[in-house]
């Protein structure tokens, strides 16, 4: 890619590589779906919350989703942060000619219903789209939120475990010898460490959230990528003109970066959005398990469990099912994509 007046062109390879990307048209509008799906999700509050975006008030404006207003800002009686769910809140707002926007759904991830029509989990109605789990909480906001969390949790995991993982496959790849045996008896060392055994110790000792959870799962996912880019820098480092550059007085670095890595990012690039799959569906069956997010977080497995828990309520087992079920299909469409958009005997006119 290079600025050529005034905007970035790609180069031959580049575009013969995007037009093999789009004639796989499944891959392409996944892409396109998967993408719009997570910009969305990146707006939940604005979309899913319990607290207005706009209200109204004796002709000032306030923005409850970014500030807390107490009640006394209205005309009540408390300091604490007003419940502009409750009738009395909106009365005080109404009589004084002010409106409330609400968001489209009127509840966040941890809002519980409390003046449901039947006990809890309730079915799917006008108010709640989906449903309540047992708790009473919207099963749409939770939807919503557990779909930005599982994608954010998996796109940092897989974005750090393959830098973590090409650096030591790279590094293995080209000394080779003595570095590579080293390190391949310890990775063999390490990946027989049973890492669910190791989360559930963890979980006894520690209360489990995103960062916690994200550095257990970091330490044992980085061998995903490493053998791919060894076997490729064990196949470049011996090629003529990686040689040339040897007998140029280019640094090792150099070579690594400059020679052998461009290549052997072809086929890593290729898996990422099958890592990106495999990241969310560990987060996810961490928590149907109950060892992942803390208890009440957000999370695409905890509603499953919930479905488990509750058959009584199918809604919440097919809410569950259907919306992993999507984002996983998603994500294997645009690998598969990629995977032709790199693969040389596809040349495209």
């Keep these: 890619m290079r600025l050529f007046g005034g905007r970035f ?72 942060e007003a419940d502009y769910r409750d009738p009395y809140v909106q009365k005080l707002i109404s009589d004084k000619g002010g409106h409330i926007i609400w968001p489209p759904v009127r509840y966040d991830y941890r809002t519980i219903n409390l003046n449901l029509p039947v006990p809890a989990p309730a079915p799917p109605s006008s108010e709640n789209w989906l449903g309540t789990d047992d708790q009473g909480r919207d099963v749409t906001a939770r939807l ?30 080209f000394f080779g ?62 090629f003529e003109y990686v040689n040339a550059a040897r007998a140029l007085g280019l640094s090792n670095t150099t070579i690594i970066f400059k020679h052998l890595l461009p290549n052997a990012m072809v086929a890593t690039i290729t898996f990422m959005p099958f890592i990106l799959n495999s990241s969310i569906t560990t987060l996810t069956s961490l928590d149907f398990l109950g060892f992942g997010l803390p208890p009440g977080s957000a999370s695409l497995g905890e509603l499953l469990a919930q479905g488990k828990a509750n058959l009584q309520a199918p809604w919440l087992g097919l809410t569950g099912f259907f919306s992993i079920a999507v984002m996983l299909s998603l994500l294997i469409f645009i690998g598969e994509a990629v995977r032709d958009a790199f693969d040389p005997r596809k040349v495209m006119q």
């Design 177 to 238: 010898g003595w570095t590579d045996l080293i390190f391949q008896r310890f990775i063999e060392i390490w990946t027989s460490v049973p890492t669910l055994y190791l989360l559930i110790i963890l979980a006894s000792m520690f209360e489990p959230n995103f960062w916690l959870l994200l550095g257990i799962l970091l330490a044992f996912h980085w061998v995903s990528l490493v053998g791919l880019v060894r076997a490729e820098f064990l196949r470049g480092r011996n």
């Design 9 to 80: 062109t790609l180069s031959p390879i580049n575009r013969r590589r995007w037009r093999n990307f789009k004639a796989n048209r499944r891959g392409y509008w996944s892409l396109w779906l998967f993408v719009i799906l997570f910009v969305v999700s990146l707006f939940a509050e604005f979309i899913a919350n319990d607290k207005p975006l706009l209200v109204t008030y004796e002709g000032s404006a306030y923005f409850p989703v970014f500030v807390s207003y107490p009640e006394t800002e209205f005309g009540g009686e408390f300091q604490t």
């Design 144 to 173: 919503i939120y557990g779909f930005r969390i599982s994608v954010l949790f998996g796109l940092i995991l897989a974005g750090a475990s393959s830098v973590i993982g090409i650096a030591a496959g790279a590094v293995q790849g």
